[in-house]
T-cell receptor, first 115, second 109 residues
Framework: DAGVIQSPRHEVTEMGQEVTLRCKPI?????LFWYRQTMMRGLELLIY????????DSGMPEDRFSAKMPNASFSTLKIQPSEPRDSAVYFC?????????????FGEGSWLTVV | AQRVTQPEKLLSVFKGAPVELKCNYS??????LFWYVQYSRQRLQLLLR??SRESIKGFTADLNKGETSFHLKKPFAQEEDSAMYYC???????????FGTGTRLKVLA
């Protein structure tokens, strides 16, 4: 398996533009996570899905952020409108189903810069 | 409250010196603890998990339930160990992983 695949790897956009980040989890994994990594706050969980259903979105910063998982092999994280403070690395991760006692596998991240 | 605490943001040691990265946790149930490592501009990857009780790249970590700690140790640091290290917790019956804020380890020549 190629692992968790994220796109784009790097994105530079202007404030106010819409940003869409994409993720393909590892085949067979039914838990998917979106994390944001910044120098100030470290690694923050934004949202996680189980069987394509959002289970906990309490980490989503505000209404400008939205996430979807239309099927088991694809998820998106959208920011609209984007702001400079959204600049961060966004990681997608997936894990195997087994009552939570599983390793979580990360993608390589999407490096977002909002100018 | 569920929480993972890594008190040190940065730890600098000389090559060949022992390393200990601290991790304390707060969890009401039976947690599983992990250490993840992130080399420069790469993805986070699993270093080790307490349930497997193995040594990876010379690193070990012992779960101390009395002190609610899961410190990461290595007797002799190498320059290639320089990276960001995250302690994480997962609870039985949940799908949620809680990460600490990370400790950056710098191994000096």
């Amino acid at each position: 398996d190629a692992g968790v695949i994220q796109s784009p790897r790097h994105e530079v956009t202007e404030m106010g533009q819409e940003v869409t980040l994409r993720c393909k989890p590892i085949s067979g994994h039914n838990s998917l996570f979106w994390y944001r990594q910044t120098m100030m706050r470290g690694l923050e969980l934004l949202i996680y899905f189980n069987n394509n259903v959002p289970i906990d979105d309490s980490g989503m910063p505000e209404d400008r952020f939205s996430a979807k998982m239309p099927n088991a092999s694809f998820s998106t994280l959208k920011i609209q409108p984007s702001e400079p403070r959204d600049s961060a690395v966004y990681f997608c991760a997936s894990s195997l189903p087994n009552s939570g006692r599983d390793t979580i596998y990360f993608g390589e991240g999407s490096w977002l810069t909002v100018v | 409250a569920q929480r993972v605490t890594q008190p040190e943001k940065l730890l600098s040691v000389f090559k060949g010196a022992p390393v200990e990265l601290k991790c304390n946790y707060s969890y009401s149930g039976s947690p599983e603890l992990f250490w993840y490592v992130q080399y420069s501009r790469q993805r986070l990857q699993l270093l080790l998990r307490h349930i497997s009780r193995e040594s990876i790249k010379g690193f070990t970590a012992d779960l101390n339930k009395g002190e609610t700690s899961f410190h990461l140790k290595k007797p002799f640091a190498q320059e290639e160990d320089s990276a960001m290290y995250y302690c994480a917790l997962s609870g039985f019956g949940t799908y949620k992983y809680i990460f600490g804020t990370g400790t950056r380890l710098k191994v000096l020549a």
